[in-house]
Every structure is written in structure tokens, then in C-alpha cells.
């Protein structure tokens, strides 16, 4: 006690730490080089790095061809050939859409991404929010399909890059996340009817590849429809998705369900509060904070796995960029095309990471417990 | 000391809050109570106790059917406790509960924590409810805590926003699950001295604990049970002086003298 009471007379002075133990060498001592078999281990990692990195570079930067090189002269040998991006930027960006129309992906790209970056804000968590969701995804409706407002038709098999992309992942998420919550809450229902059909869903589900499933929205389902009715192959991919992300996302909720301690249930209980009150006011709240990193994991795997639509004739940002690589002019800059693509999933796939990690720490921060 | 303490026998007003007519229940084949015949009065102060795993939890839980009894018949505040999930809401709005792990919602303020219910359960508009739970806040006297979250606050003064919450539904009667055992020594007073308040101002109250100073001077009655029934039940000054069973008298002597 009195050790920390800085008015008590007595007591011995602060001295300072030894010098071996803080400062940059004591780090270096403490962490890359405290046992022997560490020491060896550093000395192979930099060994590695070193002569990894620099041909990389090189290939990257220093050799490279610039943004105006033509695929003649990246042939002639050197390092990267960025003209091939250049040139086939907006066919990778925006697909088969209509050349002189392309601001219109554009636009629905930064709508998209203003609505995510207003989303992230949680003086934005309120229902009016909604319907400015709502607005932004009427407006992309209409930018993307046109027809009215002078703006020319467009038919959606056109549609591709990664406006088909955030599309098919941020409506996919949306859609899947509160039927993820009702299956969750179902999975541990009290009503036998309920909880079988929730498990069966999910497990069902769960247990087949989404290829699998893509495969049977594109080429199954229409043979059970009548002679005459077809449904959008888009719109099949877009419930296909949601249906899987949704079982997905069911099982992360519900090891946030488990986390909640059942006094908090019988509190609620015995405060009179019904179910719904409940689950909304008390349960859900939590066992959402908890299952954050889960359903973070599932959201990133989602929105890679959106590139599987490629097996049923959609062009998404995946897509596009193998197309660019069938033009006889530009064969073989495969490198680049996958490298320029990576580093766009990489962007959107790090926020998300990145956000969630601040989320997490911000309603820890509230409620500690 | 003890004589003195107690308080007088305060008259009650006959009116019947609670009834239980044969209460029995089961987890799984293991029969928790036996038999349970319990009346309880308006204005009565009752504590329960009796050695551990004897069902007075349970029985308390039975009270706002946290627990579900299998046979007998449970009457609060006229309302009888069957399966019809109405009428459980509607009893638990009149039943407030305090639990030994206080149980207060962590991500909720302690205002909100004490807000929430009469808001959603009771309809009432936020300022009003905000007004109410500042009074009762201000009652167990941690007024000055109002926005913090309960992973903020001590043992103490979480039990004590949780009786706070409790009270904000105005309820008929409250129920203490062993309100101190999960406290620091230093921590059971400030908990006690708000139940012993809430005696005084004349609320209906049933407490499973093993605070006997507590019984001595706050209670009208003392249920001893054991193994599922109640062995025992009598006013403190007899219960404590003139035990009439092996059990109690066992019980007593194991508690107090230590």
C-alpha cells in the first residue's frame, strides 16, 4: 500500500530500470535473439527477406515498363508491364458495360463506398440510416440499369468488374445478416418446430461448397420453373449467395448467443421484459460485440468468394481481369492482371479487418466488464 | 443486543400477496421441493434460510416462475403461474428480483440499466422514467454513478443500482437471491442498509440469506428449509432462542458458532 502512495514521506525513491533491459538493444536481445535457436531463426528470415525482396522490386519498379508501354515493348524482356493495366483498366473496372456509359459504375462505386464509410460512423446507427440506404441503393439501381431519366437501358448480363462485385457482396451481406440473426436466435429456440427447421437450414447448407450451389441456381432451378418463367441469372447468384452467407453467419451469432451469461436472460425475465424486447435490448446487443471477429471472417471469405460467379457466366472483378488476359495482344501479363486485382480485394478486405478491430475496441471501451 | 435491535412486531394488513398450495418440483428425478405451502401477507418481511442445495433459491425463483414447478399451484398478486406466458409478464412486472451476481447489463449505463424496463415493459416516456430511476438512485445513494457502466462500479454498488433497477418497476414485492454472498466482507453493510430501508419503508420482501443479524432485526418471519421443505417457520426472537426441530437447532449451531 504504501509503496504507492506518492505523500507518504517515507518510502524508497523510483530508481531507474537497469540499462540492459529497455532501449532498441535490449528489445533486439529480448526478442530476436534471446535463445539460441531464435538467433538462428532471425538470421534465416533475413537471409530470405533479403533475397526475396529485391528481384521483386525490381520486377515491380525498377525494370518495369510504365503505364504507356505497349505490349510490344513489355515483350522485349524487363520487369512488370503496367501499360497492360492501363490499357484494360476500365474493361477490368466495369466489365462489358457500355463504353460511353461507364461513369455510371463509377458513380455507383463511390456511392457504394460513401455508404460503407458513413456506416462505419455510430452516430449513423439509427434508423433513419436506413432509409438513406435505401435511397443509395435505388440510385445505384437506376445508374446501373437506366431506362428512365434519359438514361439508356441496360441489360444486367452486361454488367461486370466490381461494381458486380460490391454489388453481389455488400447486398448479399446486408440481405444474409438479419436472417442470420432470426436463424441464430431459432437455432436456440424453445419451439421444437423452430429448431429443427433452423438446424436443418443451416446444416444443410453448410455442408455443401458454395460452387455447388451456384451451380444449382444457375442450371437446377430454372427446370422447376414453368415453361415460359425464367428469373434473373443475377438475381439467382445474388439469393444463392445469401442463402449460404446467411447459414454462415448464423453459426457466428450463435457462439455469440453462448457467450452471454444466463443471469442476463433471467434479469431481462424477471424484469418482465418479453422475448423480442429481450433479444433486442439485452441478448443481441452483446452476443453481436462478442461475435464481431467471426463475423468479420465471414464477411472478408464472402466478398472474395463473390469471384465464384465466374463459373456461371457472370464477369465479376475476377472475372473481368481473366477476360483482359484472353485479348491475343496482351496474352501472358497474368502476373500483373492478378497482382493489380489482389491489391483491390487486399483494400477492401484490410478495411473491413482494420474496422472491425476499431469497433471492437470502441464497445469494449464502454463496457468493460 | 439482539433484543434490542428488533424491532416491534409491525401489523400487517392481512391482505394475501402470495399463496402456494403444494408446491412440488423436479430436476429431472431429483425432487428439489417437497410440498410447499407458503402464504405471504402485504407488508410482510420474510427470510429464508437453510444449508445449501435445500431449494430456497429455487423456491424463490418458483415466486416469478425463473423456475417452473410441476405441481401445486402458485398465486401472485391474484394471478395464478401456469404456462400462459401473459400472465408470467404480467407478474413479473410486479415481482421485482435481486440476484446474488447482481446480473446488471454491462453494456448499458447504470441510468439506462434502470430506465429500461419501465420505458419498454411499462410504456413510459423516457423522461419520466429517467426521472424516476434518478430518485431511486438516489435512494440506494449512488445518484452520482448514474452514467458509468456497471463493469465500473464495486461489488456493492452494482448490487445497489441493481436493487435500484428492481424498485424502478415499482413492484409489489421483491425477491433477494443471496443479495450478499457474492460481496467483499467489507461490501455486505451498504447492501444490507439499503434492504433494511426498504423493510422500513414498509415494502413486501422475501430473502434467501444467510445474514442472521439481518433476520434478527428486519423480519417478521424466518422459513428454515432443508432438503426441499420448509422444516421451520416462526418469528426471529423465537426461531433464534427456541428452535423447535433437530434440523434448525443443527443449522443455528453450525452458523453461529464460529
Given at each position: 500500500?504504501?509503496?504507492?502512495?506518492?505523500?507518504?514521506?517515507?518510502?524508497?525513491?523510483?530508481?531507474?530500470?537497469?540499462?540492459?533491459?529497455?532501449?532498441?538493444?535490449?528489445?533486439?536481445?529480448?526478442?530476436?535473439?534471446?535463445?539460441?535457436?531464435?538467433?538462428?531463426?532471425?538470421?534465416?528470415?533475413?537471409?530470405?527477406?533479403?533475397?526475396?525482396?529485391?528481384?521483386?522490386?525490381?520486377?515491380?519498379?525498377?525494370?518495369?515498363?510504365?503505364?504507356?508501354?505497349?505490349?510490344?515493348?513489355?515483350?522485349?524482356?524487363?520487369?512488370?508491364?503496367?501499360?497492360?493495366?492501363?490499357?484494360?483498366?476500365?474493361?477490368?473496372?466495369?466489365?462489358?458495360?457500355?463504353?460511353?456509359?461507364?461513369?455510371?459504375?463509377?458513380?455507383?462505386?463511390?456511392?457504394?463506398?460513401?455508404?460503407?464509410?458513413?456506416?462505419?460512423?455510430?452516430?449513423?446507427?439509427?434508423?433513419?440510416?436506413?432509409?438513406?440506404?435505401?435511397?443509395?441503393?435505388?440510385?445505384?439501381?437506376?445508374?446501373?440499369?437506366?431506362?428512365?431519366?434519359?438514361?439508356?437501358?441496360?441489360?444486367?448480363?452486361?454488367?461486370?468488374?466490381?461494381?458486380?462485385?460490391?454489388?453481389?457482396?455488400?447486398?448479399?451481406?446486408?440481405?444474409?445478416?438479419?436472417?442470420?440473426?432470426?436463424?441464430?436466435?431459432?437455432?436456440?429456440?424453445?419451439?421444437?418446430?423452430?429448431?429443427?427447421?433452423?438446424?436443418?437450414?443451416?446444416?444443410?447448407?453448410?455442408?455443401?461448397?458454395?460452387?455447388?450451389?451456384?451451380?444449382?441456381?444457375?442450371?437446377?432451378?430454372?427446370?422447376?420453373?414453368?415453361?415460359?418463367?425464367?428469373?434473373?441469372?443475377?438475381?439467382?447468384?445474388?439469393?444463392?449467395?445469401?442463402?449460404?452467407?446467411?447459414?454462415?453467419?448464423?453459426?457466428?451469432?450463435?457462439?455469440?448467443?453462448?457467450?452471454?451469461?444466463?443471469?442476463?436472460?433471467?434479469?431481462?425475465?424477471?424484469?418482465?421484459?418479453?422475448?423480442?424486447?429481450?433479444?433486442?435490448?439485452?441478448?443481441?446487443?452483446?452476443?453481436?460485440?462478442?461475435?464481431?471477429?467471426?463475423?468479420?471472417?465471414?464477411?472478408?471469405?464472402?466478398?472474395?468468394?463473390?469471384?465464384?460467379?465466374?463459373?456461371?457466366?457472370?464477369?465479376?472483378?475476377?472475372?473481368?481481369?481473366?477476360?483482359?488476359?484472353?485479348?491475343?495482344?496482351?496474352?501472358?501479363?497474368?502476373?500483373?492482371?492478378?497482382?493489380?486485382?489482389?491489391?483491390?480485394?487486399?483494400?477492401?478486405?484490410?478495411?473491413?479487418?482494420?474496422?472491425?478491430?476499431?469497433?471492437?475496441?470502441?464497445?469494449n471501451r464502454s463496457h468493460r466488464r | 443486543m439482539a433484543q434490542v435491535a428488533q424491532q416491534a412486531q409491525h401489523t400487517l394488513s392481512g391482505e394475501e400477496i402470495i399463496r402456494c398450495t403444494g408446491v412440488n418440483k423436479w430436476y429431472g428425478e431429483f425432487h428439489v421441493l417437497k410440498n410447499i405451502d407458503l402464504s405471504v401477507q402485504k407488508g410482510e418481511r420474510i427470510v429464508v434460510c437453510g444449508p445449501s442445495g435445500s431449494g430456497k433459491s429455487t423456491m424463490i425463483r418458483c415466486l416469478n416462475r425463473l423456475e417452473e414447478h410441476q405441481k401445486g399451484t402458485i398465486v401472485v398478486d391474484g394471478i395464478e403461474l401456469t404456462n400462459n406466458l401473459k400472465n408470467i409478464e404480467l407478474v413479473r412486472r410486479e415481482v421485482g428480483m435481486v440476484f446474488q451476481h447482481f446480473n446488471l447489463f454491462p453494456h448499458l449505463t447504470v441510468l439506462e440499466n434502470c430506465t429500461l424496463a419501465p420505458i419498454w415493459v411499462r410504456k413510459k416516456p423516457k423522461a419520466e422514467a429517467e426521472d424516476i430511476a434518478m430518485r431511486y438512485l438516489k435512494r440506494v445513494r449512488i445518484a452520482e454513478q448514474a452514467n458509468k457502466y456497471p463493469g465500473q462500479l464495486s461489488g456493492g454498488q452494482q448490487q445497489r443500482v441493481a436493487i435500484a433497477r428492481s424498485l424502478c418497476m415499482s413492484p409489489k414485492v421483491m425477491l433477494f437471491d443471496e443479495p450478499t454472498s457474492a460481496l467483499d466482507p467489507e461490501m455486505v453493510k451498504e447492501v444490507l442498509d439499503v434492504m433494511i430501508g426498504l423493510a422500513e419503508d414498509g415494502m413486501t420482501m422475501l430473502c434467501v440469506t444467510h445474514e442472521m443479524g439481518f433476520a434478527k432485526s428486519v423480519a417478521d418471519r424466518v422459513i428454515f428449509m432443508d432438503r426441499g421443505e420448509i422444516v421451520e417457520q416462526d418469528t426471529p426472537d423465537r426461531f433464534f432462542t427456541n428452535p423447535k426441530s433437530e434440523r434448525t437447532k443443527l443449522f443455528l449451531s453450525q452458523i453461529l458458532n464460529h
Open positions: 500500500m504504501a509503496t504507492t502512495d506518492n505523500a507518504q514521506p517515507v518510502g524508497l525513491p523510483d530508481e531507474r530500470p537497469p540499462a540492459n533491459t529497455v532501449g532498441p538493444v535490449a528489445w533486439l536481445r529480448n526478442n530476436l535473439f534471446n535463445t539460441w535457436y531464435n538467433a538462428i531463426l532471425t538470421v534465416l528470415v533475413l537471409a530470405l527477406l533479403g533475397s526475396a525482396i529485391p528481384p521483386f522490386l525490381d520486377w515491380l519498379l525498377i525494370k518495369a515498363h510504365g503505364l504507356d508501354a505497349t505490349s510490344q515493348e513489355c515483350r522485349q524482356g524487363g520487369g512488370a508491364c503496367w501499360g497492360f493495366v492501363n490499357e484494360k483498366l476500365r474493361f477490368i473496372m466495369f466489365g462489358t458495360f457500355p463504353y460511353d456509359e461507364q461513369w455510371r459504375p463509377f458513380a455507383t462505386i463511390a456511392i457504394f463506398i460513401a455508404l460503407l464509410l458513413a456506416s462505419c460512423d455510430r452516430r449513423f446507427w439509427k434508423p433513419w440510416f436506413g432509409l438513406v440506404w435505401a435511397a443509395g441503393l435505388a440510385a445505384v439501381a437506376i445508374l446501373m440499369w437506366g431506362g428512365v431519366l434519359g438514361l439508356t437501358y441496360v441489360e444486367n448480363t452486361l454488367w461486370g468488374g466490381l461494381p458486380l462485385t460490391i454489388i453481389l457482396s455488400v447486398i448479399g451481406l446486408a440481405v444474409a445478416f438479419p436472417a442470420a440473426i432470426l436463424l441464430a436466435l431459432g437455432r436456440r429456440s424453445n419451439m421444437p418446430a423452430v429448431k429443427v427447421l433452423c438446424v436443418t437450414y443451416i446444416e444443410l447448407i453448410r455442408g455443401v461448397p458454395l460452387i455447388s450451389l451456384l451451380f444449382m441456381a444457375s442450371v437446377m432451378f430454372p427446370l422447376f420453373l414453368p415453361n415460359g418463367v425464367s428469373v434473373d441469372k443475377l438475381l439467382r447468384a445474388q439469393v444463392a449467395f445469401i442463402m449460404f452467407a446467411a447459414a454462415y453467419m448464423a453459426e457466428a451469432i450463435r457462439g455469440g448467443l453462448q457467450a452471454i451469461p444466463k443471469g442476463q436472460y433471467e434479469a431481462a425475465d424477471g424484469l418482465g421484459l418479453g422475448y423480442w424486447q429481450k433479444m433486442r435490448k439485452i441478448i443481441l446487443p452483446q452476443a453481436l460485440a462478442v461475435a464481431i471477429p467471426p463475423l468479420v471472417n465471414t464477411f472478408i471469405s464472402f466478398f472474395k468468394d463473390t469471384s465464384l460467379v465466374i463459373i456461371i457466366g457472370l464477369y465479376d472483378l475476377l472475372g473481368t481481369a481473366k477476360a483482359a488476359l484472353s485479348d491475343p495482344a496482351w496474352r501472358g501479363f497474368y502476373r500483373e492482371a492478378y497482382l493489380f486485382i489482389g491489391v483491390i480485394y487486399w483494400i477492401f478486405c484490410y478495411s473491413m479487418s482494420k474496422y472491425s478491430q476499431k469497433l471492437e475496441r470502441d464497445l | -
